[in-house]
């Protein structure tokens, strides 16, 4: 199974500023996938980032607020922009092992004041 | 759009007693995976366990086995034995492969389990 590390694994902010999370994995990868889980809720899919093209983003999550960086297959960063309280939430990432098995980061547990 | 419903939004059960937590789900497409994931308060999600839809044999890993009906869309996880440490929330996801067997989760809303001494 893949490895996959986020940074910061927390981090308290200011509304109105913004915050880039890193996603890291020990293997290549073609698919990553960025999640936010409000407290108390279940996962909600933010966007598919493939490397070498955009980001396709869900329905309720646009660019502009979660921009997305694919820049190699180990990597992406998601940035959550002029933040409020409403997206105090864990953020995770996770990768297809290609084998129909996807893993999952530790999170990054956001609040934002 | 798909949909997956866990109806049981929390259950408990003695150690070394069996459980099981229930999931449906709403589909058209015929190809597809279903998972059961735990989420213990680290907040870790780890995979418990995986089903293609295209297999009729229900799935087990250890402790951990699935009743897969197709027809019915539902999709169960029986845990047997229960430890202590199995004690998280268990999020039964679909998923539709938007290439080879590569897709994005749709999560159900979650089953807090607790295990009792």
């Known amino acids: 199974s893949a490895v996959i590390s986020q940074k910061p694994s927390r981090d308290i902010c200011q509304r109105g500023t913004s915050l880039t999370i890193q996603c890291q994995v020990d293997s290549q990868v073609t698919m990553m996938f960025w999640y936010r889980q409000q407290p108390g809720q279940s996962l909600t899919l933010i966007a598919t980032a493939n490397q070498g093209s955009e980001a396709t983003y869900e329905s309720g999550f646009v660019i502009d607020k979660f921009p997305i960086s694919r820049p190699n297959l180990t990597f992406s960063t998601l940035t959550v922009s002029n933040m409020s309280p409403e997206d105090s939430s864990i953020y995770l990432c996770s990768v297809d092992d290609r084998l129909g098995e996807q893993f999952f980061g530790p999170g990054t547990r956001l609040t934002v004041l | 759009a798909q949909t997956v419903t866990q109806s049981q939004p929390e259950m408990s059960v003695q150690e070394a007693e069996t459980v099981t937590l229930s999931c449906t789900y709403d589909?058209?497409?015929?190809?597809?995976?279903l998972f059961w994931y735990k989420q213990p308060p680290s907040r870790q999600m780890i995979l418990v366990i995986r089903q293609e839809a295209y297999k009729q044999q229900n799935a087990t890993e250890n402790r951990f086995s699935v009743n897969f009906q197709k027809a019915a869309k539902s999709f169960s996880l029986k845990i047997s034995d229960s430890q202590l440490g199995d004690t998280a929330m268990y999020f039964c996801?679909?998923?539709?492969?938007?290439?080879?067997?590569?897709?994005?989760?749709?999560f159900g809303k979650g089953t807090k389990l607790s295990v009792k001494p």
């Open positions: 589909t058209s497409e015929s190809n597809y995976y």
């Open positions: 996801a679909f998923m539709k492969p938007l290439t080879g067997s590569q897709g994005n989760l749709i």
